[in-house]
């Protein structure tokens, strides 16, 4: 599959603010999308995850949004609280899946009090 | 609460030894992935299996092989383990899709294995 990326490598934020996390997709035929975090010393845990028929999706103080005219998708975290802090990453996968999942290289989230 | 499970959390080993890690899943799921995550690399994919002694080469298999002899455990073997391979191994399952279920991955929490 082709490749996923973040825009940033780094993304500071104050706690009790809300944490915006941006994904760039390059797969037009790309039809589902996860949101996963990683803590220090931890394997990666879903978050949230978003089909393409879709444009938005809420979790508990989680959104994701896809644009699918840009090949852009976001992870909004509401109020970040210190747990937060971690290595998100996005992946998607084409339809029919036989290729897995592509994983973007993260951000990480640093939260400051 | 459904899990998979790395054998290990951490490893040493010594350059040359034969090398196994294992990965049960309890999800009953069809596909296993070992992946390898380096800093400023990400996740790169090692081998993966669609199913009961099926492997195929994800991007980086050289110098490792597998084995999946039961449905609900992946084993990434390092043949002649070398210091380019300390690094933080992550097992992974997922379903085949719908109806059976979405395409995402549940992780183990990681094997970080040093060679020395």
């Known amino acids: 599959g082709e490749s996923v990326g973040l825009h940033l490598p780094t993304l500071s934020v104050q706690e009790g603010d809300n944490s915006i996390i941006n994904c760039a997709y390059s797969n037009s035929a790309s039809d589902y999308f996860i949101w996963y975090k990683q803590e220090s010393g931890k394997g990666p845990q879903f978050i949230i995850d978003?089909?393409?028929?879709?444009d938005k999706r809420q979790g508990q103080r989680v959104t994701v949004l896809l644009n699918k005219t840009v090949k852009h998708l976001s992870l909004q975290i509401a109020a970040t609280q210190p747990g937060d802090s971690a290595v998100y990453f996005c992946?998607?996968?084409?339809?029919?899946?036989?290729?897995?999942?592509?994983f973007g290289k993260g951000t990480h989230l640093i939260i400051q009090p | 609460d459904v899990k998979v499970t790395q054998s290990s959390r951490y490893l040493v080993k010594r350059t040359g030894e034969k090398v196994f890690l294992e990965c049960v899943q309890d999800?009953?799921?069809?596909?296993m992935f070992w992946y390898r995550q380096d800093p400023g690399l990400g996740l790169r994919l090692i081998y993966f299996s669609y199913d009961v002694k099926m492997k195929e080469k994800g991007d980086i298999p050289e110098g490792y092989s597998v084995s999946r002899e039961k449905k609900e455990r992946f084993s990434l073997i390092l043949e002649s383990a070398s210091t380019n391979q300390t690094s933080m191994y992550l097992c992974?399952?997922?379903?085949?899709?719908?109806?059976?279920?979405?395409?995402?991955?549940?992780f183990g929490s990681g094997t970080r294995l040093t060679v020395v």
């Open positions: 999800m009953d799921h069809e596909n």
């Open positions: 992974a399952s997922s379903f085949t899709g719908p109806p059976r279920g979405n395409y995402g991955y549940t």
């Open positions: 992946a998607e996968i084409e339809g029919g899946g036989a290729d897995g999942l592509t």
């Open positions: 978003i089909r393409s028929n879709m």
